[in-house]
């Protein structure tokens, strides 16, 4: 608002009404107001839009129970209030004053509580009594207070143009009726208030109370520190005590400052109501007499005649409430214009982004089939670690990494927890119990037939097998179906059709858990038996063998007390570590010479990394879009894990490293004579690359396994007893450990290999949309088109399309007004 408009507020009254205010500033203000009021209207009805309408200024009126707020607002509206004990204003009421030619009152009951349609009324007792019926509608027969406002826009002779919100009172005790926590609920709905910054907070408070101290106070300060946008009234004057000018005086200049200062008001008693009722008139000459000839002023009072004019009485109150409310609908304006034009592309970019409701079987077939394409794809996406999707949330873990990521995780948290149960092999204490089992058993069976062999390995190694593996498996398939589940928002426009594509593919992952349960099971128990002739048994034998002669013999020559912890240092190292081999391979000088292409390869060269044969090779896509592409032509050891590591030459600044790049790759399917997997690179431009490195690792699974028909050719050559118990506790303790790490690898890779078939199996990817499909169309509940729940879709679409027209319009008055 202009200054020149803000100084021609006037606090004379010629005509007896609440102000003969300045034409000039009155025809800036009303249009202003008058298109707020439109605003409001607009955006009544439609629940999404109550962000915007927290941005319309207005004017909060709080204060205790019984502080006079409702008489405050009688006398600026001309509406009997409803009055009585305890709680009276249980529902927020917004009063819009207008000035007209006769009294008129449009009455808005809350959003969804009766018929929306207004009711307009002539009568002001027929408004207090549509205010005591709708609180009762709304809020019930009881003392609880709800955060449902009540709308009133008054239009009555002289009125000045004002907006505000009249708030429950603050109450201290619960009486009967109301919650124990009734104060709580009341301040907590009046902090909603007044917390909004294109409020102004009105606090009123009673002339007998400690004015810092009062709570209506201590809110206003908490949200408007700097006291910009409170104004206080004081009423019940003429039941003040004695120095009551004195303290009105010192109220806003001490401790916290109003800066929109104060207003003592004289309301009307209970006699002067039901003498004058509340005609607004009566009320200013009550008050101006009360004031200014002492007329119904206590004795001790006399000190109110000095009190400074601009410091008392209702015309004060309204001409300071006008000029602030200006004042915020200058500032706060431009915000509301702004939010109006975010909900504006929000709301389309929400209606954008829904189905169109269907209204035949053929399309909801259709939509039906969009979907399942959709949420086939990104459910792959995220399952084959493409790293777009891979870098979104998967719930699978709290580091969120891929789901092939997570499948290693589940094996390597695995192979510690066996590693963790299995005894240490070369401990004096193992030593001992293996000869003790042998004393026991001497005699008892044929040579080189002795079961011991078996019942050691059961003992010590395979019971401990089952759980570790077992939980690997239900935390792999806790992650697919995280990912699965994840991904099903895609059906978010049909919920009833969403809750049975649910419970479909819940069974579908419990039936595959189940099956690859049984595999395992059948895995653990094939494993009960040892028996070997392989190869790398026998290699581990020797190293160990190997290990053991050469600490003997440094320990007889050298005397080496630490000898025998670095001999069981030496054997950790042989026996159940199972890590993979990590190296990189230099891209750089291979691809210096290379020409960069639009599209197309650019590069392709074989090596070896990390054990692995593998062919690289870089194609172009667009500008900037870098797709390293790698085969892994030794299909006996498994790739984990590939990524790209770059360093551009200007600037030095590293690019993406690994491992933070990984790719996880697909399983080898069963006849497949290679892995291929990738990883892209957007923005990468390879002529500006210093450093450009391809990283792998690698997993030696060491004997083959076929996970459906396992064979066991494991030997006894060195488990057979000997008549030496020490050379035969040894050789036993040797060929536990070697055999322990054998069979620890091959299920490890087992367990891997078939985690992973599991995870890229059709059935949750490919066939999964025709699975549902069918199932929805041959065994669903109804027809598809009820089973997609279109009405609800259809209602959604309305209600969006609804806000986005009184956005529309909203907009289209906010640009036609000249605010």
């Keep these: 608002m202009s200054d020149s408009a803000t100084r021609s507020v006037s606090p004379d009254c010629d005509d007896g009404g609440t102000g003969s205010f300045d034409q000039r500033f009155q025809s800036h203000i009303k249009p202003v107001l008058e298109l707020l009021d439109n605003i409001r209207s607009l955006l009544h009805g439609c629940e999404g839009l109550g962000d915007v309408r927290d941005k319309l200024p ?23 209030f409803p009055v009585g004990d305890g709680i009276v204003t249980r529902l927020p009421c917004q009063v819009a004053l207008r000035e007209g ?32 019926d709708t609180t009762a509608a709304v809020a019930g027969n009881k003392k609880g207070v709800l955060d449902k406002p009540l709308s009133i826009k008054v239009e009555r002779e002289g009125s000045a143009d004002l907006t505000l919100v009249d708030l429950p009172g603050i109450t201290r005790v619960a009486v009967d009726g109301q919650a124990d926590d009734i104060e709580e609920q009341v301040k907590r709905m009046i902090q909603r208030y007044i917390s909004r910054e294109a409020a102004v907070v009105l606090c009123v408070l009673p002339a007998n109370v400690d004015f810092s101290t009062a709570e209506c106070i201590k809110m206003a300060r908490a949200v408007d520190p700097e006291g910009e946008r409170t104004l206080g009234v004081v009423t019940k004057v003429d039941r003040a005590e004695r120095g009551i000018v004195t303290r009105l005086n010192a109220f806003g200049t001490t401790g916290w400052a109003l800066r929109l200062g104060y207003v003592a008001v004289k309301n009307l008693s209970q006699d002067e109501r039901a003498k004058h009722g509340v005609d607004t ?10 004031f200014n000839d002492g007329v119904g002023r206590p004795a001790h009072l006399t000190e109110l005649a000095d009190l400074d004019p601009d410091m008392r009485g209702l015309r004060t109150l309204v001409q300071k409430l006008v000029q602030v409310q200006s004042e915020r609908i200058e500032a706060f304006m431009p915000s509301l214009v702004e939010s109006l034009s975010d909900k504006r592309l929000q709301l389309e970019a929400e209606l954008d982004g829904l189905s169109e409701p269907v209204k035949t079987e053929a399309e909801a077939i259709r939509a039906l089939t969009l979907a399942l394409d959709k949420f086939t794809k990104v459910v792959g996406d995220k399952l084959f670690g493409r790293l777009e999707a891979v870098s979104k949330s998967t719930g699978a873990s709290a580091d969120d990494v891929g789901p092939f990521a997570f499948l290693h995780i589940c094996v390597d948290q695995m192979r510690k927890q066996i590693r963790r149960a299995i005894p240490a092999y070369f401990s004096n204490e193992f030593a001992d119990e293996m000869r003790t089992d042998l004393r026991r058993r001497r005699g008892q069976h044929l040579p080189n037939f002795a079961p011991l062999p078996q019942e050691l390995f059961e003992k010590h190694f395979h019971r401990h097998l089952e759980k570790p593996i077992t939980d690997a498996v239900s935390r792999s398939f806790e992650m697919v179906k995280g990912v699965v589940v994840g991904e099903l928002g895609v059906f978010d426009d049909f919920p009833r059709l969403k809750a049975q594509i649910l419970r479909d593919v819940d069974a579908m992952i419990q039936r595959l858990h189940a099956e690859t349960a049984n595999v395992m099971s059948r895995l653990v128990a094939n494993e009960r038996y040892p028996d070997t002739m392989n190869h790398y048994y026998m290699d581990t034998v020797g190293k160990i063998m190997r290990s053991i002669d050469k600490h003997r013999r ?6 080496d007390a630490d000898a025998k912890r670095d001999l069981r240092q030496d054997l950790s190292s042989l026996c159940c570590d199972v890590d993979p081999s990590h190296e990189i391979y230099l891209l750089s000088d291979a691809l210096k010479d290379e020409k960069l292409e639009q599209n197309g390869k650019v590069f392709s060269k074989r090596c070896t990394i990390a054990g692995a044969k593998v062919e690289v090779t870089v194609t172009r896509s667009g500008e900037k879009h870098v797709l390293f592409h790698l085969t892994n032509l030794s299909p006996d050891l498994l790739v984990c894990r590939f990524g790209v590591h770059y360093e551009r030459a200007e600037e030095g600044a590293k690019g993406a ?26 923005g990468l431009e390879l ?5 450009l490195r391809v990283e792998m690792e690698v997993l030696d699974p060491g004997p083959k396994y076929d996970v459906h028909q396992h064979v066991s050719l494991f030997g006894d050559a060195v488990l057979q007893a000997t008549s030496n118990d020490e050379q035969a506790a040894v050789e036993r303790q040797v060929s536990m450990a070697a055999y322990t790490k054998l069979v620890l690898k091959a299920l490890l890779d087992c367990v891997l290999k078939e985690l992973r078939t599991t995870l890229i199996t059709e059935r949750l990817t490919g066939s999964l949309s025709e699975e549902i499909l069918a199932r929805r169309l041959e065994h669903g509940t109804g027809p598809l088109l009820a089973a997609m729940d279109n009405d609800q879709l259809s209602r959604k679409v309305a209600r969006l399309r609804k806000e986005k027209a009184a956005v529309d319009e909203a907009l289209r008055q906010v640009n036609n007004c000249a605010w």
């Excluded at 399917?669 to 957007?682: D, I, L, R, Y």
């Excluded at 002529?687 to 450093?691: F, H, I, Q």
Aim: contains cysteine; proline residues 7%; negative net charge.
């Design 554 to 559: 440094d320990r007889a020559s050298h005397e």
């Design 657 to 682: 490293s690994f491992p933070s790049s990984i790719q996880e790759v697909s399983a080898v399917e069963p006849g497949a004579k290679s892995q291929m997997f990738w990883v892209t690179h957007s």
């Design 101 to 132: 030619p006769a009294f008129r009152a449009v009455c808005t009951p809350p959003e969804g509580h009766g018929p929306s349609e207004a009711v307009t009324l002539t009568d002001p007792k027929a408004v207090t009594k549509w205010i005591e």
């Design 281 to 290: 008139t009566k009320v200013l000459e009550v008050e101006d007499a009360f």
């Design 687 to 691: 002529s500006d690359v210093k450093d």
């Design 58 to 80: 207005t004017i909060v009126v709080t204060g205790d129970q019984s502080a006079g707020k409702s008489s405050v607002l009688e006398s600026l509206s001309g509406i009997a």
